[in-house]
């Protein structure tokens, strides 16, 4: 897959809240649309103009529903990981925040968090687009997917490093070229990442600030 650059990818980003401002407010017949601004929902984790234009983007307009919300199920688990996967580890992860864009019946995305014991080390594919972030992150146009390293929170625990796992998947239907999912998706699956890590207290995560630079495949 050919890679757009960060700087390309961060101005297309810039025009998306503009292009789906319709999509936002009351309706035509003056009623109340259900839902909130890009920036409130779950916890308003899409902090900055880019995360909240690659948001609105991966969901599909600017006012969503926050279906479900779960951070504190998710720091739980997180603080709790004990570096053993269990089978419902492996299967569900914790769900952390499930969108959908007002006036949808289904979740556009659902982000999910778990503990991760290592990381692979993959650098993308005709599938998957590899992107600096992280320790590893790669995204496809339905999934996305960024490992981190978390110190500070278990080694305050006396146990050391732990390395979590942020998930993202994509149910909508969108009229997007590939390239460009691929990085709004990653975009806010980062900035969940990142929220999350604060939280946790983590440190040295190397989750970058904004967009995401797409990596050349090996």
């Known amino acids: 897959m050919k890679s757009s650059s960060a700087g390309g990818s961060a101005a297309a ?5 503009v292009a789906l401002a319709g999509c936002s407010g009351g309706a035509s017949d003056g009623t109340a649309v259900e839902g909130r601004p890009v920036e409130q929902v779950c916890g308003g984790f899409a902090k900055g103009t880019e995360a909240r234009a690659a948001l609105a983007a991966v969901v599909g307009g600017n006012t969503l529903v926050e279906d479900r919300y779960e951070p504190d199920a998710t720091l739980k688990a997180l603080r709790e990981a004990d570096g053993k996967l269990t089978t419902g580890e492996l299967a569900n992860g914790t769900l952390y925040c499930k969108v ?7 979740p556009a995305i659902t982000i999910d968090f778990r503990e991760a014991l290592v990381v692979p080390g993959g650098r993308g594919d005709a599938t998957f687009q590899a992107f600096r972030t992280g320790s590893e ?10 490992l981190f390293h978390c110190g500070e ?5 006396g146990t050391g490093d732990r390395i979590v796992a942020a998930e993202l998947e994509r149910s909508n239907k969108l009229d997007l070229r590939k390239e460009d999912l691929v990085v709004h998706e990653v975009t806010v699956l980062n900035a969940a990442a990142r929220a999350v890590a604060d939280r946790l207290g983590c ?7 904004g967009v995401p630079s797409p990596l050349a495949a090996p």
Do not use: H
Not at 13 to 17: E, K, Y
Not at 153 to 157: E, F, Q
Not at 203 to 209: A, Q, R
């Open 13 to 17: 980003l810039g025009l998306v809240l």
């Open 203 to 209: 440190t040295d995560t190397d989750l970058v600030d």
């Open 100 to 106: 959908r864009k007002a006036g949808d019946e289904e």
């Open 153 to 157: 929170a278990r080694a305050s625990k």
């Open 137 to 146: 992150a790669q995204a496809s146009d339905r999934f996305a997917k960024i």
